[in-house]
């Protein structure tokens, strides 16, 4: 985890109190749309309720790899609470960050590694995404679950 960072950013998660919850919560507000363009204009607003990140993270550093679009995350934290700030530059996966970081922010390693994210088949999110923003989305699962397994690692 990243520790020559500027100070933290204001968070809006977690919203929840659990994971568990967040999924929930996912699946309940996606279930109020009708079709596809719908949820995919709501994952762009959701997007844009990100806070911006400050341009010392947008470093190559910072950037997640395995993403066609740019992303950039940084976790800070330790076991019994992990954050994570990211963005991107596409308005699409700024909604799908915003979802991961709803469901693993703010969360401690031990949750995070116990939360498979079941939100993604319960919203058909699997079925509507390209195979590029599939893949930038499991490696962005990747690292939030990478850095959880370093936190619970004893020092």
């Not at 992303?71 to 996966?93: E, K, Q």
């Not at 993604?120 to 893949?135: E, Q, Y």
């Not at 850095?147 to 619970?152: C, F, G």
């Amino acid at each position: 985890m990243s520790t020559d960072c500027p100070p933290i950013p204001a968070s809006p998660f977690p919203m929840e109190a659990s994971a568990a919850e967040a999924q929930a919560a996912i699946a309940e507000e996606f279930g109020f749309f009708g079709d596809w363009s719908e949820r995919y204009q709501y994952l762009i607003d959701l997007g844009r309720k990100l806070p911006d990140l400050p341009e010392a993270w947008k470093t190559e550093e910072h950037r997640l790899q395995g993403c066609q679009s740019r992303v950039w995350i940084v976790a800070r934290g330790d076991a019994a609470r992990l954050d994570f700030h990211a963005i991107s530059d596409s308005a699409i996966v700024s909604g799908l960050v915003f979802l991961a970081l709803r469901v693993y922010s703010g969360r401690s390693a031990a949750e995070i590694l116990a939360t498979t994210p079941d939100y993604i088949a319960a919203i058909g999110l699997s079925r509507h995404l390209s195979p590029t923003r599939s893949n930038g989305l499991a490696a962005l699962l990747a690292f939030i679950q990478d850095q959880a397994r370093r936190a619970m690692e004893p020092t």
